[in-house]
């Protein structure tokens, strides 16, 4: 059997989506699932192929990821085996990277995710931030590289945990301005550092900020949850 879904011209607030697709080939025990979706700045894609047994578990991979922007590129370097219990609601998908001339965003551990608990570990190295600008605030110009690593959790009944190390060097971070004709209102700086962990009294989060013309300063705080 076949299905096809073609969406044209969402809209979702301020956001745009001009398009979206799901190509669905294949029967219960065997098929493949291709999805992609594309906004005036972003275009991605995903394939999961797999099959779904008896008991509602599905086992399969999701292969052929891509994401492509205006500055960067990005290739799954593998696929990787997926693995969703209807039943528990629960999905678990094994470590890969998406991989594009220098950069790459990787799950280095498998993913565990469930209403009754989660588990993620990520790394970034030379990661494009503009390839995330659809996620950004209105007006939100920011120019560089991220790299760094997090890891995350959470379990029903528990505060959710972090420990993330995250930076980014020579780049650009400001405001467009009100009127189009005028220049946007930006920063450069030489280093913006986040350092956010899991302690007893909360989440203790420091921002770091070195910039060429202002100079250093720091935020430490601690967020209690």
Same mark, same amino acid.
């Given at each position: 059997?076949?299905?096809?879904?073609?969406?044209?011209?969402?809209?979702?607030?301020a956001?745009?989506?001009?398009s979206?697709?799901?190509?669905?080939?294949?029967?219960?025990?065997a098929?493949?699932?291709?999805?992609?979706?594309?906004?005036?700045?972003v275009?991605?894609?995903?394939?999961?192929a797999?099959?779904?047994?008896?008991?509602?578990?599905?086992?399969?991979?999701?292969?052929?990821?891509?994401? =492509? &922007?205006?500055? @960067?590129? !990005?290739?799954? +370097?593998r $696929?990787?085996?997926?693995?969703?219990?209807?039943?528990a609601?629960?999905?678990?998908?094994?470590?890969?990277?998406?991989?594009?001339?220098?950069?790459?965003?990787?799950?280095?551990e498998?993913?565990?995710?469930?209403?009754?608990?989660?588990?993620?570990?990520?790394?970034?190295?030379?990661?494009?931030?503009?390839?995330?600008?659809?996620?950004m605030?209105?007006?939100?110009?920011?120019?560089?590289?991220?790299?760094?690593?997090?890891?995350?959790?959470?379990?029903?009944?528990q505060?959710?945990?972090?420990?993330?190390?995250i930076?980014? =060097? &020579?780049?650009? @971070?400001? !405001?467009?301005? +009100?009127? $189009?004709?005028?220049?946007?209102?930006t920063?450069?700086?030489?280093?913006?550092?986040?350092v956010a962990?899991?302690q007893?009294?909360?989440?203790?989060?420091?921002?770091?900020?070195?910039?060429p013309?202002?100079?250093?300063?720091?935020?430490d705080?601690?967020?209690d949850?």
């Amino acid at each position: 059997s076949q299905l096809l879904v073609d969406l044209q011209g969402l809209h979702a607030g301020a956001r745009q989506i001009q398009s979206a697709s799901l190509n669905f080939a294949g029967v219960q025990a065997a098929h493949v699932l291709d999805l992609s979706v594309k906004t005036p700045t972003v275009t991605a894609a995903t394939q999961l192929a797999g099959g779904l047994d008896n008991d509602l578990q599905w086992l399969g991979q999701l292969r052929n990821g891509q994401l =492509d &922007s205006r500055k @960067i590129k !990005l290739r799954q +370097d593998r $696929p990787a085996a997926l693995i969703w219990n209807t039943n528990a609601r629960s999905a678990q998908l094994d470590p890969h990277c998406g991989v594009s001339n220098g950069s790459r965003l990787c799950v280095v551990e498998p993913l565990q995710a469930s209403p009754a608990k989660g588990y993620a570990a990520v790394r970034l190295q030379n990661l494009e931030i503009a390839t995330f600008r659809d996620l950004m605030p209105t007006g939100m110009i920011w120019q560089g590289k991220l790299n760094g690593q997090a890891i995350g959790g959470w379990q029903q009944g528990q505060a959710p945990t972090l420990d993330a190390q995250i930076y980014t =060097d &020579s780049g650009v @971070i400001g !405001l467009t301005a +009100d009127d $189009p004709q005028d220049p946007p209102l930006t920063v450069a700086y030489q280093r913006l550092s986040l350092v956010a962990s899991t302690q007893g009294e909360g989440m203790r989060v420091r921002v770091d900020a070195l910039t060429p013309n202002i100079g250093s300063g720091y935020i430490d705080g601690v967020i209690d949850p």
